[in-house]
């Protein structure tokens, strides 16, 4: 018994997690377990295999994304079967686990193309935003192709540094950009009466960006939206 107690103490312990670093080589599985064991304060994604931890948010971006998340709830309000989505982790592929600044997407009970898991979204959201500052080289383009490769239909980018919102669609052929239409406002092929003034996102200017979307949700395009996602909803039979 003596022995067998000594040998108990002098079993070496589990290994720990080893923590995440800025610069990691990862797959999405390694990413994960690393991610969950560290800090609740630490922000991580991985984007093409690689982890970024991003710095400190600035005023500027807050400012921008509080914005986004409240055009995009006033949406989820207003069209029963789509999700609003604030920084939520999003697992994409074998090497792509973003933590995009905000999604919206059809409910997976509606027909939309993501699943839930241990309760984090998997799969491509149909929408995605990010606001981009000190993010802008990779917002712009690694995490341009991992959401592109993943299936992300529509990818808005609020690039602070340049006073511009870019807004991408893909056709079929990958994410591609496309202006405003004729009424300086951006319309959402995917989400339909989701309308945004991009002038007033930049200027932080709510009364305006609250006007461009009811004008959106006022739409016939919307209320047919609303009618096909309450469809698909029922039960069969």
Same mark, same amino acid.
């Given at each position: ?11 070496? &312990? ?18 994960? *377990? ?19 931890? +991003? ?38 592929? *074998?090497?792509? @686990? ?18 839930? @898991? ?6 491509? +959201? ?21 959401? @592109?490769? &993943? ?46 003034? +991009? &002038? ?17 949700? &006022? ?19």
């Amino acid at each position: 018994m003596a022995v067998l107690a000594e040998r108990l103490v002098e079993a070496p &312990a589990p290994a720990a997690v080893p923590p995440l670093e800025n610069g990691d080589h990862l797959d999405q599985p390694t990413f994960h *377990e690393r991610y969950e064991a560290m800090p609740p304060d630490i922000a991580a994604e991985l984007v093409g295999g690689i982890v970024y931890m +991003p710095s400190p948010v600035r005023r500027k971006h807050g400012r921008h994304s509080g914005k986004i998340s409240v055009w995009l709830d006033a949406y989820e309000a207003e069209t029963p079967g789509v999700e609003a989505y604030d920084n939520a982790t999003t697992i994409l592929g *074998e090497d792509s @686990e973003p933590q995009p600044d905000a999604a919206l997407l059809i409910s997976p009970e509606c027909g939309g193309q993501t699943a839930v @898991e241990n309760d984090y979204i998997v799969g491509a +959201p149909e929408l995605v935003v990010e606001v981009a500052s000190a993010t802008e080289s990779y917002d712009l383009h690694v995490k341009l192709r991992d959401y @592109e490769r &993943a299936g992300v239909r529509e990818y808005v980018v609020v690039v602070l540094r340049q006073q511009r919102v870019l807004w991408f669609v893909n056709h079929g052929a990958g994410l591609e950009e496309v202006e405003v239409g004729p009424d300086q406002i951006h319309h959402s092929e995917s989400f339909p009466g989701l309308w945004l003034d +991009p &002038a007033a996102l930049l200027r932080l200017d709510s009364k305006a960006l609250r006007a461009a979307l009811e004008q959106g949700l &006022a739409t016939a395009e919307h209320r047919e939206f609303v009618e096909r996602l309450a469809a698909a909803r029922a039960p069969s039979g």
